[in-house]
């Protein structure tokens, strides 16, 4: 069983920068691809970001390309994603998820696990 804890998050004005983690429990964190997805009202989940295991392989929505940085620590089992010039329409709950494989990163319902979600706002 994999348990992912999201933390970070909040309130910021546009332009502004937030990061975001997620802490992975479980002794096979190191060989799982990680995804950042988010979810505005009104709107299906999209993708975001993601990484796998060793770092080689990594994706981002052209939304957030140039803007975004998604990475991951495997010696404290954490993923982030750090955000840089935030707009209005980057509002969003994001989630945090992990899968074993390399399959379809960009479809969220491949993934097995799921963090519990944190509100980022950003403010025009």
């Known amino acids: 069983q994999v348990q992912l804890v999201q933390s970070g998050g909040g309130l910021v004005q546009a332009g502004g920068s937030l990061r975001l983690s997620c802490a992975a429990s479980g002794r096979t964190f190191n060989t799982y691809t990680m995804g950042w997805f988010r979810q505005a009202p009104g709107k299906e989940r999209e993708f975001v970001a993601a990484?796998?295991?060793?770092?080689?392989?990594?994706y981002y929505v052209d939304s957030v390309k140039g803007r975004f940085t998604i990475s991951r620590d495997n010696a404290k089992s954490t993923v982030f994603l750090q955000m840089n010039s935030l707009r209005p329409e980057d509002t969003a709950v994001y989630y945090c998820a992990a899968k074993r494989t390399q399959l379809l990163p960009t479809q969220p319902t491949t993934y097995d696990y799921w963090g519990q979600g944190t509100q980022v706002t950003v403010s025009s």
């Open positions: 990484i796998s295991w060793g770092a080689g392989n990594i």
